[in-house]
């Protein structure tokens, strides 16, 4: 199964499978992007504790800072979460019916906490006992002013883009900061909470917690304000980490989209470059498929490419074997030619010497040596007679007279011939009424069945018909030829028709078989623009020749 997978992926979904490979560069990035949020998240706690105790150092041994005088002020309901207990974080409502205290010198403290104050964050200074003696600053970011955008195409297309498809996308794993959140009232006095209890404890304090309404994360730092050896009270800085989280998703969205105009480049380089490599692939099997004609003949030789890789290396070899397998086919289609011209003169010489034998008185013996030697000659002469034949027609198939005849009068007058030839074997005819018209040379006609019918004959079980069968379609005409008799060997489908290729038993006649009967009925066929298949009988008694002729053109 899976080799079966494999034959049938091609190059392209091949090289796009390894493409996969480089998915893991988001899911990289994506870790990326989240250490550097720990990264900005550790470096926002260190700010926020450096303005802490920057405002604390500002405020250090100034005791004249925290004399209040108390005063009486509406008092304010205390925020509480839903379980109805009192919120633990540094919420500023004052107390419940608590005295509000005034902080005269909290306008000095205002305008030194002003100062060092930044617009994300929000400083609060109070006394030990959490009387608030100034704040300022805010969680909420004002909204920048956005820049001119460009007015190119290529900027509106991918602000479009980024809005109708990119950021939804992001939107989907990435947590959006946002500035509608609930932010606590301010008060007179603040609630006990972790990081302020640990400043009036004398201990730099950071601690994260939600708003309210759950929609953004608040870090605060608290540093205790000393006079002398004693804690006086604290400062309170506080920030929301919505700078942190856009941060994180400009980074994000920035190495997303690079990568994925990376994959996206990369996906339809390799596809082009494995289309091209696909083609040249192709091109090559084409041609090697070309230059080779069903029967094994070499018709053209591979150009060898010039291209310097592996497949033009490829290309090159393939013209260098198909050049030398052209050269030994050469070899072996003149070798029949060449025998029958060097064997001529040795046999006349033989010939002449037996024929002067015979004249001379000769024992006994010896003339049953000779009659052998003459009997081996006649062999070598029906040899070099049947070689010649194939090679005259190899050489002038072609320059017959064509002609329209009938071939149902020429099938005809040769099975009557064969009636007369093949005494004790039985014939049979069968043909459509009226002539069929073929366009060709009768006489090569007559020769292909010959070939067919002394096949089937020395094939065929003694006592069964030969049946020579004709039909006729709109554009072809079918002639057929079939014996009962042994069957085709599997390994021989689609071998019958070449050169040299027979399936006789060894000798079982003492007739010599080159195996150029049914090659010579191939050529023939071809010539003639058809040609011809050999199989087993449908009902598995006998096997059956058929060739297939183009019918002439009615005019």
Request: glycine share 8%.
């Amino acid at each position: 199964m899976s080799q079966h997978f494999r034959l049938a992926l091609g190059i392209r979904a091949q090289l796009l499978l390894v493409l996969t490979v480089f998915l893991a560069i988001p899911w990289l990035g994506y870790e990326y992007v989240s250490e550097l949020e720990r990264f900005l998240r550790d470096a926002q706690e260190k700010t926020l504790a450096g303005t802490a105790q920057a405002v604390a150092t500002a405020l250090h041994d100034r005791p004249r800072l925290f004399d209040v005088q108390p005063a009486r002020r509406e008092s304010l309901s205390v925020e509480r979460s839903a379980d109805g207990a009192a919120e633990s974080s540094p919420a500023i409502p004052s107390r419940a019916s608590a005295p509000v205290v005034i902080a005269t010198p909290g306008a000095e403290i205002a305008q030194i906490i002003q100062g060092l104050s930044r617009t994300t964050a929000r400083i609060w200074v109070i006394d030990r006992d959490l009387n608030v003696l100034a704040r300022a600053g805010s969680l909420k970011r004002s909204a920048p002013a956005d820049a001119d955008p460009a007015n190119s195409p290529l900027a509106r297309f991918r602000r479009w883009l980024e809005r109708e498809t990119l950021h939804p996308l992001y939107a989907l794993v990435l947590r959006q900061p946002t500035e509608d959140f609930g932010e606590e009232q301010a008060g007179g006095v603040m609630l006990p909470a972790r990081e302020v209890d640990g400043a009036l404890s004398g201990i730099l304090t950071v601690e994260r917690r939600p708003t309210p309404d759950g929609k953004a994360v608040i870090v605060s730092a608290a540093h205790p304000i000393w006079v002398g050896d004693q804690v006086k009270g604290a400062v309170l800085v506080e920030e929301t980490t919505n700078a942190v989280l856009a941060a994180r998703n400009r980074a994000f969205e920035r190495l997303f989209s690079i990568v994925l105009a990376a994959l996206l480049i990369g996906s339809v380089a390799l596809t082009l470059y494995a289309s091209r490599l696909s083609a040249r692939i192709r091109s090559l099997r084409d041609e090697a498929e070309a230059a080779i004609d069903a029967h094994g003949r070499v018709r053209d030789v591979v150009a060898g490419s010039k291209s310097g890789d592996e497949i033009g290396d490829l290309s090159r070899s393939f013209s260098s074997v198909l050049s030398r397998l052209a050269q030994y086919a050469s070899y072996q289609e003149s070798m029949a030619g060449r025998l029958s011209h060097e064997l001529r003169t040795p046999i006349a010489v033989v010939r002449s010497s037996l024929d002067n034998l015979k004249l001379s008185s000769l024992p006994d013996e010896a003339r049953v040596y000779m009659e052998r030697a003459q009997h081996g000659l006649a062999r070598l002469s029906d040899i070099l007679i049947r070689m010649t034949e194939a090679t005259r027609l190899e050489q002038s198939i072609g320059d017959d007279d064509r002609q329209r005849f009938d071939v149902t009068a020429v099938i005809a007058g040769c099975v009557e011939g064969y009636r007369l030839a093949y005494k004790g074997r039985t014939f049979q005819f069968v043909a459509a009424d009226g002539p069929i018209d073929v366009d060709g040379a009768p006489e090569l006609i007559a020769q292909m069945l010959d070939k067919l019918v002394a096949n089937a004959v020395e094939f065929g079980t003694a006592d069964t018909p030969v049946v020579v069968r004709i039909a006729q379609d709109d554009t072809t005409v079918r002639i057929s030829v079939e014996n009962e008799g042994p069957l085709l060997p599997a390994a021989m489908h689609g071998r019958l028709f070449d050169s040299m290729v027979s399936v006789r038993p060894e000798q079982r006649d003492g007739e010599p078989h080159l195996g150029l009967g049914l090659y010579i009925v191939r050529l023939i066929a071809e010539a003639h623009g058809g040609g011809a298949i050999a199989e087993n009988r449908s009902d598995g008694r006998g096997v059956v020749v058929t060739v297939t002729l183009p019918r002439a053109e009615r005019g």
